[in-house]
C-alpha cells in the first residue's frame, strides 16, 4: 500500500452522535465505532494532520428529545462547527449518527462558501433520494428529508440558524446509487431537476463515466464538493450495519474507486460519513468498510498511478486495463 497523499490535509473530525432523525436506534454509536475502527490513526498514518474534535452536544436538548426542534438543535451545532473547520483551513469530516446530520453540515458549507464566494456542489452517495418532506414522508423520519429542506421545500420552519442562506440549488446537488425512492420525493426529485445516477445506470455503464461528468462539472466552476456519504449505498452484503438496507447497492470495488476518483479530483472540501448503525453490524466489519472507504478518498492507493497507461505495460494486459 502507498500511505503517503500528494497532498496532506488538515481534517477536523467532528462526531455526531445523532439519532434524532430516525425510528432505529443505534446510529448514535456510529462516531464511536469510527474511531474504534481506527479511523484517525489511518488517516494520520496517510499523513494528514487530524484533530479529533470529539463529539458535539447541542446546548438544551434533552436524552431521549426527538422532532424538528431536536433536529433543529443538532443543526445548529454542527453547521457552526463545520463553518468554523472550514472558515479555519481545515477540511471537516462529520461523523454519525443518522442522516439527518447533513441538514447542520452543508448548511455550514453553505455560509463559508457564501462567504467566500466559491459555488457548492454536494455529491450524495446514498440509497435514497432524501428529499421527502413531512407532507410526502412516508414514516415521518428526518433522515429521509435533509435534501428537501437544505433545498428550500415548505415544512421546514425554524429548521436552520439565522439568518440562514439562500436555499441550496437542487440542481446543484447529484444523487448516485439511488434504488429505493418514494412516491413523493420521485415526484419533486424530478420537479427540480436534481441530478440523478442510479443503479440501473451503474450497472449500465460503470461508475467512471457517470461520476466523471459530475467531476467535470465541478471542476470547470471551481466548486467545493461536499461529500455525503450513507452507508446505505453499499450493497448490505458488504457493509450490514444500517438500519434501511436496500439491496443491490455498491459493491466494494466500485465504492472505492468511487472514493479514489474523489481525491483525484481534488475537489473535496467538506465529507460527511453517515448511518452507521453499530448495533446491526457483524463484528465491526461495516465500520472498517468505512474507515477504508475514508482511507481512499484521502489517497490510500496500491501504487502511483499516471494518467495514462504505461508504456511498459505488455499488450494483453493493457488491453484489459
Given at each position: 500500500?502507498r500511505?503517503?497523499?500528494?497532498?496532506?490535509?488538515?481534517?477536523?473530525?467532528?462526531?455526531?452522535?445523532?439519532?434524532v432523525?430516525?425510528?432505529?436506534?443505534?446510529?448514535?454509536?456510529?462516531?464511536?465505532?469510527?474511531?474504534?475502527?481506527?479511523?484517525?490513526?489511518?488517516?494520520?498514518?496517510?499523513?494528514?494532520?487530524?484533530?479529533?474534535?470529539?463529539?458535539?452536544?447541542?446546548?438544551?436538548?434533552?436524552?431521549?428529545?426527538?422532532?424538528?426542534?431536536?433536529?433543529a438543535?443538532?443543526a445548529?451545532?454542527?453547521?457552526?462547527?463545520v463553518?468554523?473547520?472550514?472558515?479555519?483551513?481545515?477540511?471537516?469530516?462529520?461523523?454519525?449518527g443518522?442522516?439527518?446530520?447533513?441538514?447542520?453540515?452543508?448548511?455550514?458549507?453553505?455560509?463559508h462558501?457564501?462567504r467566500?464566494?466559491?459555488?457548492?456542489?454536494?455529491?450524495?452517495?446514498?440509497?435514497?433520494?432524501?428529499?421527502?418532506?413531512?407532507?410526502t414522508?412516508p414514516?415521518?423520519?428526518?433522515?429521509g428529508?435533509?435534501?428537501?429542506?437544505?433545498?428550500?421545500?415548505?415544512?421546514?420552519?425554524?429548521?436552520?440558524?439565522?439568518?440562514?442562506?439562500?436555499?441550496l440549488?437542487?440542481?446543484r446537488?447529484?444523487?448516485?446509487?439511488?434504488?429505493?425512492?418514494?412516491?413523493?420525493?420521485?415526484?419533486l426529485?424530478?420537479?427540480?431537476?436534481?441530478?440523478?445516477?442510479?443503479?440501473?445506470?451503474?450497472?449500465?455503464?460503470?461508475v467512471?463515466?457517470?461520476?466523471?461528468?459530475?467531476?467535470?462539472?465541478?471542476?470547470?466552476?471551481?466548486?467545493?464538493?461536499?461529500?455525503?456519504?450513507?452507508?446505505?449505498?453499499?450493497?448490505?452484503?458488504v457493509?450490514?450495519a444500517?438500519?434501511?438496507?436496500?439491496?443491490?447497492?455498491?459493491?466494494?470495488?466500485e465504492?472505492?474507486?468511487?472514493?479514489?476518483?474523489?481525491?483525484?479530483?481534488?475537489?473535496?472540501?467538506?465529507?460527511?460519513?453517515?448511518?452507521?448503525?453499530?448495533?446491526?453490524?457483524?463484528?465491526?466489519?461495516?465500520?472498517?468498510?468505512?474507515?477504508?472507504?475514508?482511507?481512499?478518498?484521502?489517497?490510500?492507493r496500491?501504487?502511483?498511478?499516471?494518467?495514462?497507461?504505461p508504456?511498459?505495460?505488455?499488450?494483453?494486459?493493457?488491453?484489459r486495463?
Open positions: 500500500m500511505d503517503s497523499p500528494e497532498s496532506p490535509q488538515r481534517i477536523a473530525l467532528i462526531g455526531a452522535p445523532i439519532e432523525g430516525t425510528s432505529e436506534p443505534g446510529a448514535l454509536m456510529g462516531p464511536a465505532a469510527l474511531r474504534t475502527a481506527g479511523l484517525v490513526r489511518t488517516l494520520r498514518d496517510l499523513g494528514h494532520a487530524v484533530e479529533d474534535r470529539g463529539d458535539l452536544a447541542p446546548a438544551g436538548l434533552h436524552p431521549g428529545e426527538t422532532g424538528l426542534p431536536a433536529v438543535a443538532w445548529t451545532v454542527l453547521s457552526e462547527a463553518e468554523a473547520a472550514l472558515d479555519a483551513g481545515d477540511l471537516p469530516v462529520a461523523a454519525g443518522d442522516h439527518s446530520l447533513s441538514l447542520g453540515s452543508v448548511d455550514g458549507a453553505m455560509r462558501c457564501a467566500v464566494g466559491q459555488p457548492l456542489r454536494v455529491l450524495w452517495l446514498d440509497a435514497h433520494a432524501d428529499f421527502n418532506t413531512p407532507e414522508s414514516s415521518g423520519n428526518v433522515h428529508m435533509p435534501l428537501a429542506a437544505l433545498c428550500g421545500e415548505p415544512g421546514f420552519t425554524g429548521l436552520f440558524r439565522q439568518p440562514a442562506p439562500p436555499p440549488d437542487p440542481q446537488v447529484h444523487l448516485f446509487g439511488l434504488r429505493s425512492v418514494d412516491a413523493g420525493e420521485r415526484a426529485v424530478r420537479a427540480r431537476r436534481v441530478g440523478v445516477t442510479d443503479m440501473r445506470a451503474i450497472d449500465e455503464f460503470g467512471v463515466a457517470p461520476l466523471r461528468r459530475v467531476l467535470e462539472r465541478a471542476a470547470a466552476e471551481g466548486a467545493h464538493l461536499h461529500v455525503s456519504l450513507d452507508i446505505d449505498f453499499l450493497d448490505p452484503s457493509a450490514p444500517v438500519g434501511t438496507a436496500v439491496p443491490g447497492g455498491a459493491t466494494f470495488r465504492a472505492h474507486l468511487i472514493m479514489e476518483m474523489l481525491h483525484d479530483c481534488a475537489l473535496v472540501r467538506s465529507l460527511d460519513v453517515v448511518e452507521l448503525n453499530p448495533f446491526l453490524d457483524e463484528r465491526g466489519r461495516s465500520a472498517r468498510v468505512l474507515v477504508e472507504l475514508v482511507a481512499s478518498l484521502f489517497g490510500r496500491i501504487l502511483d498511478r499516471s494518467p495514462t497507461i508504456e511498459d505495460l505488455p499488450t494483453e494486459q493493457a488491453g486495463a
